[in-house]
């Protein structure tokens, strides 16, 4: 597929942007979408800002599908706002159509292209500098799931299928050991023990769901700190951004990738596994903003479940890290050889803190349910 900048006058002409078009330039620190930032100046007035994105066509292959659902849950999103007294324009994203309706614009090649106003005064964080920011994110994707609570998740595209199955992610790790097409798998035998001795846990949330105990709800998917806007001024979290993900799924598991992403002080692919330790301290902060801004949402049993969002989540991104190291280095980008087996073995570290810990995990939740 051909660099975005070859489609991109085209796809700023199928926008109406109200001014004058004086600069589009890329933008953020994103690795799957090509991101713009488009300037204008309508009239008189101050200078506008939105985002301009062309899908990822490798990561979604219905782009269709994907608007979609973003389109139907920010509708559903900015109705609620606005009814709960809140400013829809900054606390959710707008879907800007096309100058023929439509949700996105297909260029010539196939790439669909998507316009958001941009939100102004707020940030960006890579990582939470304080506990403090970490609670605001939590809130905010509590709220997220509360606000969405009644909202049909079984209406919803599966825009990844299987994302968060965790069996799934199991036997696609068995048949990478019974390829293994690199000549990789001598060489990760304690983490293959590792996953052997947890292979029922794969299997908890997922049970859980086909007994009827937990919810299909409506999930993000990605609930890293980088997928909220802090307001600059207040530190409170604005709007939940990048919602490609967002599909039916448990509400664990937007939790519990929280939790594997910021309960912890080392980088992803930290070598030295004594830097990397599960903070009990911020799975509290996390907790407890998390439920706040649920508001109650959540059924006792997904409260119940909710130490095992935390556990099964890094325990499947450490299984696909290592299923894709057993592969090649095919699908999570490398700067250097066996990074991906060093982000496998940090996952895996953080699984066995947890399990350490796992009475104290389950008393924080009782503490603020």
Known sequence: MQQAEHFLQ????????????VGAVRYG??????????????GEDPCRRFILQRISAAAFHHPDQVMSNIAGVTAYLAKAIAAAGG?????????????DG???YTDSEGGAWRVYPFIEGTICLQAAETPELFAASARIFGRFQRMLKDYPADTLYETIP???DTEDRLAKLKAAVAADAMGRVKDVQPELEFVKKREADCSVALQALRDGKLPLRVTHNDTKLNNVLIGRESGEGI?????????PGLSINDFGDSIRFGANHSAEDEQDLSKVNFDLSLYEVYTQGFLEGAGGALTQAELDYLPWGAKLMTLECGIRFLTDYLEGDHYFRI??????????RTQFKLVADMEEQWEAMKAV???YR
């Open 87 to 99: 400013d829809p324009s900054r606390e959710t994203m707008t879907v800007v159509p096309t100058r």
């Open 29 to 42: 620190s994103g690795h799957i979408n090509d991101t713009f930032c488009v300037h204008t100046q309508p």
């Open 239 to 247: 709007c939940v951004i990048d919602l490609d993900t967002v599909m």
């Open 365 to 367: 939740v009782d503490k």
């Open 10 to 21: 085209d796809a700023l002409a199928a926008f109406d942007f109200g001014g004058e078009i």
């Open 102 to 104: 439509k949700s996105f």
């Open 162 to 164: 299987r994302f968060h």
């Open 335 to 344: 700067h250097r050889e066996g990074q991906n087996l060093d982000r496998c």
